[in-house]
């Protein structure tokens, strides 16, 4: 049976794939895995007997649960390799084979060739993967030979022995699979801009090949060569199914560490990914919590000294996703384009998801410090002055026009309080008119709680767009509360929340807390509405 920190690990674990490592209570890493879907892989293991005595004890020794999110099953794959040769964990028997991945290799060579290869060999050639089959390469390549014919041969091909004739044109050429180098039949120059369009094959940009590709399926269909257009539309549908490559691992970025920062109200988080070799090796997520008010820099800036220190780093170069001085001797990078950047994003990415499962395990096993920190976080998203400890909704419902009625819900600290809702039957509005009838409902449901001495809201939410907001403020305007009582509408389509007098809407991010307890006061009052009827 897990221990109840292990209960809360797992509870908060991310629907996603990645990689998993279990310690035991000493911090010794026992097991590296991988998993396409995190929560489901790792709370399977304690979730069923296991026959396996190993697995059985493996199980019995986990006292601790890290892992890193990825973009996909297979980088998951390739980082549980690199993760597994790299600290070979006791558990790892069956995976601490040596088996390396392939790559493929653009040589540097005057025409270049382009093969595959499992061994990366620095003379200035180019390594593009690694793929997780040698299929998956040759397919690949097979793409590539039928669109720029390249040459297979190894001769040296210089200018000097090309212009003396020391060659002649093999049977490849003949074949139509090579455009024949060798006896000057093309270009360095018309050569290599082919190399620039396979350069952006195996880097997943297939934008003009798929455009070339239509084209002549096109031609071939009008012509009626169904059989050759049939060939080139086989083509097509393994580009578009081919899936651009890792970007857990490319051999151009080395011993390099990665920071990312996420923060809110009270904390911040910052991600380190190190990588070696090109390889993620590491992964960690520091909470700060906050003294003062501190900005994401001064946080950024303190996590980097201390995970550095925590774990000897001796790399020379950081990437980060904005401009930071760290003194002399570390050359800071803040990435604009290509893998650089997309590895700065992973990292948002793992702090992002820290913060996520911080927040689930503080609302599990401290839900006064999570409720603080909710009203803090929703202050802060939605400009508030003052934390909205009490806020009420207001929806407009009616069958076909007739019947009107709207109703009110509350939250008090972030849950519904179910007690104070409340229902209005419209008196002064004939027929379906949602902005007449919202002003009418928040003018007596305000008179009311001011006649009756009764405590207001921090935040009043009306579901609906401009019209409906304008209504609200009109009705607040009348009872002398305009300005006293934040309002905002929160439009239905596109989840866009209108503030009195800004035309622009706020946009938060899909997965806040914030957006979500919004999200979830209106469905309440819109499913509360309904039952008047």
Known sequence: METPELEIQLKTLPNSPGVYQYYD??????????????????????????????????VKKIANIKHIVVNSETDALLLENNMI??????????????????????????????FPTRRL????????????????????????????????????LSKEKIESGKYKVCLEYHLGNCLGPCED????????????????????????????????????????????????????EVLEGYQAKSTVVNPSINNVDVFSI???????????????????????????????????????????????????????????????????????????????????????????????????????????????????????????????????????????GTNPVAACVVFKDGKPSKKDYRKFNIKTVTGANDFASMEEVVFRRYRRLLNEDEPLPQLIIVDGGKGQLSSGVKAL??????????????????????????SIPLYLDKKSETLKVIQQLRNEAHRFGITFH
């Open 185 to 236: 039949k093309i270009s360095a120059e018309t050569y290599h801009d082919n190399i620039d369009a396979i350069r952006e094959i195996v880097k997943g940009n297939f934008k003009d090949s798929l455009h070339r590709f239509r084209s002549q399926m096109k031609a071939h269909a009008e012509a009626m060569e169904f059989e050759d257009a049939q060939r080139i539309k086989e083509k097509i």
């Open 25 to 58: 209570k000493k911090g010794k890493l026992l097991y590296v895995g991988k998993a396409k879907n995190l929560k489901k892989r790792v709370s399977s293991y304690f979730n069923k007997k296991h026959d396996n005595a190993r697995t059985h004890l493996l």
């Open 477 to 502: 305007e009348t009872l002398g509360l305009r300005g006293k009582i934040a309002i905002i509408g929160i439009a239905k389509r596109l989840e866009e929340l209108f503030y009195p007098g800004d």
């Open 121 to 156: 060999i620095k003379d200035g050639s180019e390594y593009y993967g690694p793929y997780t089959s040698m299929k998956t390469v040759h397919t690949l390549l097979d793409l590539i030979k039928g669109l720029y014919p390249l040459r297979t041969c190894n001769y040296d």
């Open 85 to 114: 040769k790299n600290y070979q964990p006791r558990y790892n028997v069956m995976l601490k084979d040596d088996k390396s991945y392939p790559w493929i290799c653009i040589k540097n060579e005057r025409f270049p060739r382009v």
């Open 262 to 400: 996420v923060s809110d109200e009270g904390y911040g988080y910052v991600n380190f990914l190190q990588l070696s070799h090109g390889a993620i090796i590491r992964s960690h997520t520091l909470e700060l919590k906050k003294k003062l008010d501190e900005s994401d820099a001064e946080l950024l800036a303190i996590g980097i000294i201390e995970i550095r220190q925590r774990f000897n780093s001796q790399s020379s170069e950081i990437y980060v996703p904005f401009e930071l001085d760290l003194g002399d001797g570390i050359r800071v990078t803040v990435p604009k384009l290509g893998d650089k950047k997309r590895i700065v994003e992973l990292s948002e990415r793992n702090a992002k998801y820290f913060r996520m499962e911080r927040f689930k395990q503080t609302k599990i096993v401290d839900p006064d410090r999570h409720v603080n920190r909710l009203m803090a976080q929703m202050k802060s998203d939605l400009r508030l002055s003052v934390e909205p400890r009490h806020i009420e909704c207001f929806d407009n419902s009616n069958i076909q």
